[in-house]
Every structure is written in C-alpha cells, then in structure tokens.
C-alpha cells in the first residue's frame, strides 16, 4: 500500500460475497493494528470524506483502546436473508448457525411487493423463529402503510420493520398508521439528531452501528441517553468489525434482541481464520485476528491509501484524536 501519513499499521482487504447486498457483489475495507489488537474502517464508497472520519474514529478507538468490561460471554444474533429468491432464502434458513431470529431484507431496487412477500413467506415455512424485515428507507408513506400489514402476515407476525421510510416525520406517520414495531436504523447512524427519533416517538427501538456512530463508546452514550430499546447491528464487516458490536453488544445493560451481527456469513472468505460465526444463535465476545487475510489487489490498496489519507486529515482537524485514542496517537 502506498505511504500516508496514518501513524498506524495498516492493509486493504477485498472479499467477494456470497450474495448480492446492498447492491454489492464485493465487500472492501482497511484492517488497523494498534496497542489493543486490530480494527476495521470500512465505510461504503458512496459515503463522503466528514461521514467517513466517524468510521475511522471507531477503528482508532477498537486499535487503541481495551473494550468496555461486557456483562455477558456471548451476544445472540440473527441470520441476514438478502433481497433473494425464496429458493435460496431457504437454503440460508437451513446453515442458518442455530439462529433463532431472521432478518429478511425487503424493498430492493429493480425487485417488486410480491418478491418481497414470496421470500419472507419461505422463511417462514423454512423456520418458526422470529422475523424482523429492513427496508433501507427505501418505501415512501404510502408504500410502506401498504406493504407493512402484508408482510406482517405473511411472517405471520414480525418481531419489527427496520427503517421503512427515509425521514423521522414519516417514521412516525408509519409508527402511527401500523400495528407493527417501527426500528429506526439510518434515522439513527446518518442522522444530525438522531434524538429526534426519541422526540417524536417515530421508532419503538433503535439500532446502533458501532463504526457509522463513531465507536462502542459513543455508541454506549446514545443508547444510555436516548432511553429506547437497543439493537446492535453491523455496517457488513469482516470478523475484525463484527468484534467490536459484539463487544458493544455485551456491555450494554440490556439486550433484549437479537443483533445483526452474524454477517460474516456473507463473505465467500474472511480475514480470520477464527471467524465470528454463530453457534447455537450466539457469538463469542473476543477479538479477532486478520491471520488469513490475502493480499487486497492493487487498485483497492491505492484506493483504500488514498481514502485513509483524506479521512485521517479531515479527523485530526476535526476531533481530538489524542482523547479519542487514550493518547495513544
């Protein structure tokens, strides 16, 4: 990887999934080594340099600094179904790890209500676990209200509906018109205030991701002062990410849900050969190391170089990195 003036350790790693998400067919990060152990930065490449500096604040803080001390050894999680066919929904539902709650992603670009309804009907027949949905804010009002009872039905009752429109006003108008459980995920991460979520009573839980909110420490604050109920999820990282929800997840005083954090199950190849997979529906709170990462091809390094130049520039001049590192850096 070219030079930068980053003061610490650093490799790109490139995985292909085994699944179209998000619209991606490869997954690409950067992997830091500090004093505590390893962490990842990996925001996605259509998120700018001052949104991005929050995710290299959270791997500095994982590099640098111990985990909070967690209240428990292990974090229940739940299976992620992509926006698939039903076919292949149920062949995830079967290496599903003993997970005991299903996230099924619904209203993908190009796909239609019925593609939505056929796959979370096959979850269903595959498994009587719970079943949450996530929209990625991608419905309008009126498109959710329609879609929100049907697919209810067709789960024969969700656990909840992560983010089903864009903004809190019509989180709330949705919350207001539906009889099924409202999460706010992007209101919360990408948000200015995410506390307007809380103001409005637009979501009956929130979910937390520990690079886009800046680290388990900020994270742990939000959750403390906001007063709702708590998921924690990830932003489709290697093991080396997936370690710090799950830390974040173990020290939380209450954790009434599953998390979304068993998505190393979409990597064709991780960067530990001790992946953080589900056993028995559960992780492991530990570290992970990168001792089977392969070499990042050359363009993503560049990039990678390129992109961790601007957002340590944009961080040292925008946050306190030595408070943020434990004077670490």
């Known amino acids: 990887m070219r030079a930068t003036s980053f003061p610490l350790p650093h490799r790109a790693y490139s995985t292909p999934l085994t699944t179209r998400f998000r619209r991606l067919d490869t997954r690409d990060g950067l992997l830091i080594e ?35 001390n967690p209240l428990r050894d292990s974090v229940p999680v739940n299976v992620t179904v992509p926006a698939t066919t039903p076919e292949r929904a149920r062949e995830i539902i079967a290496r599903r790890g003993g997970c005991n709650t299903a996230k099924v992603k619904v209203a993908e670009t190009g796909q239609s209500l019925d593609d939505d309804l056929n796959r979370v009907a096959a979850v269903r027949e595959s498994f009587d676990g719970k079943i949450r949905i996530d929209a990625n804010a ?28 864009a903004s809190v006003d019509d989180l709330a108008r949705v919350r207001r018109a539906v009889n099924v459980p409202i999460a706010a995920d992007e209101s919360i991460r990408r948000a200015e205030d995410p506390y307007e979520v809380a103001r409005q009573e637009a979501a009956d839980l929130i979910i937390v991701k520990v690079q886009p909110l800046g680290g388990v420490r900020a994270c742990l604050k939000l959750a403390e002062e906001i007063g709702m109920r708590v998921v924690v999820s990830s ?23 599953a998390c979304g954090l068993a998505t190393v199950q979409l990597f064709q190849r991780d960067v530990a050969s001790d992946s953080l997979l589900p056993d028995d529906g559960s992780l492991p709170v530990r570290r992970a190391v990168p001792d089977a990462l392969e070499p990042a091809p050359t363009d993503v390094e560049e990039r990678w170089a390129k992109r961790l130049e601007l957002m340590w520039q944009y961080l040292k001049d925008t946050r306190d990195v030595s408070a943020l590192t434990g004077g670490a850096l």
């Open 34 to 68: 500090g004093p505590a152990g390893w962490a990842e930065v990996s925001p996605f490449w259509d998120y700018g340099i001052p949104e991005s500096s929050n995710w290299l604040a959270a791997a500095l803080e994982a590099a640098c600094l111990p985990y909070p």
């Open 138 to 165: 991608a419905w309008t009002t009126e498109q959710a209200i329609e879609a929100l009872p049907l697919l209810d039905k067709a789960a024969r009752g969700l656990e909840y509906a992560e983010q089903p429109v």
């Open 235 to 257: 932003a489709l990282e290697s093991s080396i990410g997936i370690a710090s929800g799950v830390a974040l997840a173990a020290s939380l005083p209450a954790l009434d849900h």
